[in-house]
């Protein structure tokens, strides 16, 4: 909220709808009356998402993604994460280079109730060049090395609810 509060700048929260209506609904409230009129929760289901997501950028607007999960049938690029490759959304990239903005890599670490850290990365550049998906490639796997990182600093905080590789014994 400190984007909001200090510059008073929009944002756009992006989450994937809950599958239960009143948590949905509880989430929608909770944003709402913590951010006041500054803070704006889009679902990613809407199909007219990314041309809402793109506007807002070029209005010098902030949009909030989550760029550590895929969402269900998202597309996808293949990175390294500890040396083994893993895939991450490219939605965020992409909607970065088409609007000229850099991607904000941001961690938030809880600290005890009530009490976070927050971690800003400094800003990843997406290239326009004439190959769209090497540029993104690129600055995907620039935001895997700033995951990782996050990731090793305090790895009790990464939520992951999905297997991640297979190992000799199965998924871990």
């Given at each position: 909220?400190?984007?909001?509060?200090?510059?008073?700048?929009?944002?756009?929260?992006?989450?994937?709808?809950?599958?239960?209506?009143?948590?949905?609904?509880?989430?929608?409230?909770?944003?709402?009356?913590?951010?006041?009129?500054?803070?704006?929760?889009?679902?990613?289901?809407?199909?007219?998402?990314?041309?809402?997501?793109?506007e807002?950028?070029?209005?010098?607007?902030?949009?909030?993604?989550?760029?550590?999960?895929?969402?269900?049938?998202?597309?996808?690029?293949?990175?390294?994460?500890?040396?083994?490759?893993?895939?991450?959304?490219?939605?965020?990239?992409?909607?970065?280079?088409?609007?000229?903005?850099?991607?904000?890599?941001?961690?938030?670490?809880?600290?005890?109730?009530?009490?976070?850290?927050?971690?800003?990365?400094?800003?990843?550049?997406v290239?326009?060049?004439?190959?769209?998906?090497?540029?993104?490639?690129?600055?995907?796997?620039?935001?895997?090395?700033?995951?990782?990182?996050?990731i090793?600093?305090?790895?009790?905080?990464?939520?992951?609810?999905?297997?991640?590789?297979?190992?000799?014994?199965?998924?871990?």
């Amino acid at each position: 909220m400190l984007p909001a509060a200090r510059y008073r700048r929009r944002i756009h929260v992006v989450r994937e709808a809950e599958t239960d209506p009143r948590a949905q609904r509880f989430i929608e409230e909770l944003i709402r009356s913590r951010g006041g009129d500054l803070y704006t929760t889009h679902f990613a289901e809407d199909p007219q998402l990314g041309m809402d997501l793109l506007e807002a950028l070029r209005r010098g607007e902030i949009v909030a993604l989550q760029g550590d999960r895929p969402r269900a049938g998202g597309r996808t690029a293949e990175v390294s994460l500890f040396g083994r490759p893993f895939h991450l959304p490219i939605g965020p990239a992409a909607l970065a280079r088409a609007a000229g903005v850099p991607l904000v890599p941001v961690f938030v670490f809880r600290r005890g109730r009530l009490s976070y850290r927050c971690v800003v990365r400094p800003p990843i550049h997406v290239a326009q060049g004439p190959d769209r998906r090497q540029d993104l490639g690129e600055a995907l796997e620039r935001f895997a090395a700033d995951l990782e990182s996050a990731i090793r600093l305090d790895p009790h905080q990464w939520f992951c609810f999905r297997s991640l590789w297979r190992s000799e014994r199965g998924r871990i």
